[in-house]
């Protein structure tokens, strides 16, 4: 769960995580919004939170979940990938 997080300010970090486990690469993250793609991440809305889902293994299932507590939305610019 991440509190207070300040849109335009802070970022959240997802560069120690292979974004596809089905390569030796250190793959990174694409950004896919609100949209369920292979190896990407994404967000989905949760009561006045979000959460944040992320695809490793290219099946577009989440394989790790993140909570943002009082965020509305996010953009690419809001992760470091």
Do not use: C, P
């Not at 120690?16 to 809305?45: C, H, L, M, P, Q």
């Not at 959460?51 to 293994?57: A, E, F, M, Q, S």
């Not at 299932?61 to 909570?67: G, L, S």
């Amino acid at each position: 769960m991440i509190y207070h997080f300040a849109l335009g300010m802070d970022l959240i970090s997802l560069q120690g995580i292979n974004a596809n486990s089905r390569t030796a690469a250190d793959d990174t993250f694409k950004f896919s919004g609100t949209k369920v793609e292979s190896n990407s991440v994404w967000y989905t809305k949760s009561g006045s939170d979000l959460l944040i889902l992320g695809d490793v293994n290219g099946d577009k299932a989440a394989d790790f979940e993140i909570q943002v507590a009082g965020v509305s939305a996010l953009t690419a610019n809001d992760f470091w990938l």
